[in-house]
């Protein structure tokens, strides 16, 4: 994926291009003393009093929108709840989206929220509009919020490329609202050859933000992405992503529970996990790397003899993982760094990048080191025969895709 981003000191500003799809993050870099001006208008929705319609939802919300579950909606295009804004979707309610790729978008920008609480029989759906949907149909369910990302330093803010938004801050515990029993589907339309839409994008989003059992269901780039931010996310699904499953970077700290990724005949890895966003730097001070916590992980891929990774920790990515279970690939953790701004290995060193119990199915090769550091598959990892992974069978019954 190419980055773009700008750093904007007090007087004078310096633009650098990069260019790669590696998942990492597309941002631009602002000073926040600069305003940002935003379009301050309303397009047609909910709380309209009419009903059994058909509505389009389009353009920027400034105030308040609950959905209707006796209209119908469908996203046209770019779609912001704004600042102050709260979008509230009841139980059951699907939404489709036009197939016309990454401009067709719902974002809830930084200060917004989404209140979207379906049930095990009653889930919230995004999916596309075509007759005969394909991945890629459309853009994704994208959150950004005030917590803090390593892309920056001090004050300043990231801005996401797709959408213009500003993601980042100092507030670990912001809240962009609540995700529960929602699934995305048809998701990661490309804006370009080098930017493209996730199923779920999570910008900057803070840990007072309650996000359970959600799912991206035939996704062209990567199932959940978190660029930096606190949240913590419990029983999610990917089924069929095309790019990585899981992706986080830019210091994300939050944790996962209980996480289960199936492969479909296109896909890449399970997990890509960065430390950092390589293409713009790791400005954090002091500098801090990505480390979440991961419990109760499932990971089924199509078969050692396919030549697949489970699992790539890189750019000096931290993270402790426990019941782990991996089926089907090549390589089970591929660890990529090296002495010095990648210090992967390191991480393994100090214990702070481990796996506490993990177990391999159709596994060739356990551990591949490749950060420089010198250490053995015992001190990064415990083979543990009586290791599950995550009870999908349960908790996913009845909501979501395979």
């Known amino acids: 994926m190419r980055n773009k981003f700008l750093f904007a000191m007090t007087i004078a500003a310096a633009l650098f291009t990069s260019c790669g799809e590696d998942g990492t993050a597309d941002i631009v870099i602002n000073d926040n003393s600069v305003t940002n001006n935003t379009t301050n208008n309303t397009n047609g929705g909910g709380n309209t009093g009419n009903q059994g319609q058909t509505i389009e939802l389009n353009g920027t919300y400034t105030t308040n929108l609950t959905l209707d579950a006796a209209n119908t909606y469908t996203i046209t295009g770019p779609t912001v709840i704004e600042d102050g804004a709260t979008l509230t979707i009841p139980a059951g309610m699907v939404i489709t989206a036009a197939a016309t790729g990454a401009d067709v978008y719902l974002a809830v920008a930084q200060g917004?929220?989404?209140?979207?609480?379906?049930?095990?029989?009653?889930?919230?759906?995004?999916?596309?509009?075509a007759n005969t949907p394909n991945s890629g149909d459309w853009g994704g369910l994208i959150l950004l919020g005030k917590a803090p990302v390593n892309s920056v330093t001090g004050s300043a803010t990231a801005t996401s490329e797709i959408g213009n938004l500003p993601y980042g801050g100092s507030e670990a515990d912001d809240n962009s609202g609540t995700l529960r029993y929602v699934r995305v589907e048809y998701s990661g339309g490309k804006a370009s050859g080098q930017s493209e839409n996730n199923g779920f994008s999570f910008y900057g989003v803070g840990n007072g933000t309650i996000v359970e059992y959600i799912q991206m269901f035939e996704g062209a780039d990567d199932g959940i992405e978190f660029f930096g931010g606190t949240v913590n996310v419990s029983n999610l699904s990917v089924v069929n992503s095309q790019d990585d499953s899981i992706d986080w970077t830019e210091g994300y700290?939050?944790?996962?529970?209980?996480?289960?990724?199936?492969?479909?005949?296109?896909?890449?890895?399970?997990i890509e996990a960065d430390g950092y966003n390589t293409d713009v730097g790791n400005n954090s001070n002091p500098i801090y790397f990505s480390k979440p916590t991961v419990t109760n992980l499932t990971i089924v891929g199509l078969g050692s003899g396919t030549g697949n990774e489970a699992i790539r920790l890189r750019a000096g990515t931290q993270g402790i993982f426990s019941n782990v279970k991996l089926e089907g690939f090549a390589e089970g953790f591929d660890l990529d760094g090296d002495s010095g701004d990648n210090p992967t290995g390191a991480g393994v060193l100090s214990?702070?990048?481990?796996?506490?119990?993990?177990?391999?199915?159709?596994?060739?090769?356990?551990?591949?080191?490749?950060?420089?550091?010198?250490?053995?598959?015992?001190?990064?990892?415990?083979?543990?025969p009586n290791a599950t992974g995550t009870d999908y069978a349960t908790w996913g019954a009845g909501w979501t895709r395979s």
Do not use: C, R, W
């Open 253 to 270: 700290t939050g944790t996962i529970t209980d996480a289960y990724v199936k492969h479909g005949v296109s896909h890449d890895k399970g």
């Open 351 to 384: 214990g702070d990048l481990n796996v506490n119990s993990v177990i391999f199915v159709d596994v060739t090769v356990n551990m591949k080191n490749d950060t420089g550091e010198t250490f053995t598959e015992a001190d990064f990892l415990t083979v543990d």
């Open 112 to 129: 917004g929220k989404i209140i979207a609480e379906g049930t095990s029989s009653q889930p919230i759906i995004f999916t596309s509009g």
